[in-house]
């Protein structure tokens, strides 16, 4: 009996002590989890203000007709420019030292994604995820000049290799050059693309390698110029099984602003700095073809009856540039290349070279503030050879006229490059003259 006492005294004794550390563990205010998580989300999401209004483009056309105006022609090096500043500088990349790789710039953390492992993200935080974050999060990503925004180079748009700033008509430190000042935001401010040489072969029969175009070209060529078109378009197919005269958009690949007559990295490239002829032929005149001129980088239109030299190719043919798709905005339209990945505005009037690039550093437009004046590189992505007329399908753009690039022309600094959108030719011209442009980001 005594026993059987003792022991419901136990029990009792025991269920009262649990109650009372369950009342005591329990905290006298509950947060609720969902809450919490809520206001962190909106938080992450909140967007800052624009500290600063962007100036205003004018998008009216001058409808009249325009005669081109340039200075003459400055005399030219004939020497190639061995005399280059480039102690840190990779002459086979043609790239900025200071230009970190895909690798080291890659992020895929998502700041807005971090949440507790067993509470699941609503469908509302996904819908709020825009296309915009998830293109920052899975692709190269430097910072502008001026640290303001997130730059992407175009997917597989080859480097232009300038590395090198300049003002009106000479070389100036990048470090000059900020935001507001003039010529600010021009190519050298802007990281490249990365790519690779590999030269093969011994003299005279030597290769080159490029690893982002993929193609093999010949290092040494023909010292014998071609006495046509047809002539140099038979040589090449005759070298061997998939060797042909390489196309305009492939040539081009070869230029390297960084240097002049010609401009390309002799290292990785033959030293002739004549005429190239390329098999892109005429688009409504095939007895025409585009070269290039080697000596200045100038793409020109000739006869195919004229002399050249030939630069052979093998490899799938490279084309950078694809399907271009426009938003439904009509005011402030945004047409994106499927292929680059580069989206580009409608085109702007005529201004002089500080007012275009100022005016792309500066633009709201289409609800993105991140857009700069293209490269040469940039803006032959969106040309098309093969047109009759015309020379682009970007829609929204008078196409009678040459578009300004950030890009110097080397052998002349007080210059830079143009490419026409009524035929697909470029051309340099003086940073005062007035010109149309349109922005990339």
Known sequence: MKKLILVSFMIVMSVSCSSSKSNNDEPDNLSDPDISADQDIEESDEVQPDETEADTVSDEFIDEDIAVTTDEQSDLDNEIHDDVENEDIEPDTGNDPDTVTEDDDLDLYDADSETDNDEPVSDETDDESTDEDQDEDISTCLNSPDGTF??????????????????????????????????????????????????????????????????TWQFDISSTEFSSWSAAKTFCEGIGPEWRLPAIKEITTTFNFNFSVPVCDTENCPSNAANFWTSTELAGDTSKAWSVYMYTG????????????????????????????????????????LSTELSWTKGFSFVDLPTALNNCETLNYGGHTDWRLPNINEL??????????????????????????????????????????????????????????????
């Open 380 to 441: 032959l992505t969106v040309i098309d050879y093969s047109i009759s007329g015309s020379a682009t399908n970007l829609p929204d753009v008078n196409k009678n006229f040459s578009y300004w690039t950030s890009t110097t022309a080397p052998t002349n600094l007080n210059s830079v490059f143009t490419v026409s959108f009524s035929s697909g030719y470029s051309s340099r011209a003086t940073k005062t003259n007035s010109w149309v442009y349109l922005c990339v980001r």
């Open 298 to 337: 100038d793409i020109n239109q000739r006869s195919k009856s004229e002399t050249g030299y030939a630069r052979c190719v093998k490899g799938n043919i490279f084309e950078p540039g694809g399907t271009i798709v426009t938003d439904s905005d009509t005011s402030e339209p945004v047409a994106t290349d």
């Open 150 to 215: 997130c730059v992407k180079t175009g997917n597989r748009v080859p480097p232009t290799g300038q590395i090198k700033c300049y003002d009106a008509a000479a070389e100036v430190p990048c470090s000059s050059l900020t935001a507001g000042t003039p010529y600010f935001g021009q190519d050298a401010q802007y990281a490249d693309n990365i790519r690779t040489f590999t030269v093969s072969g011994t003299i005279p029969d030597r290769t080159v390698y490029d690893s982002l175009t993929e193609l």
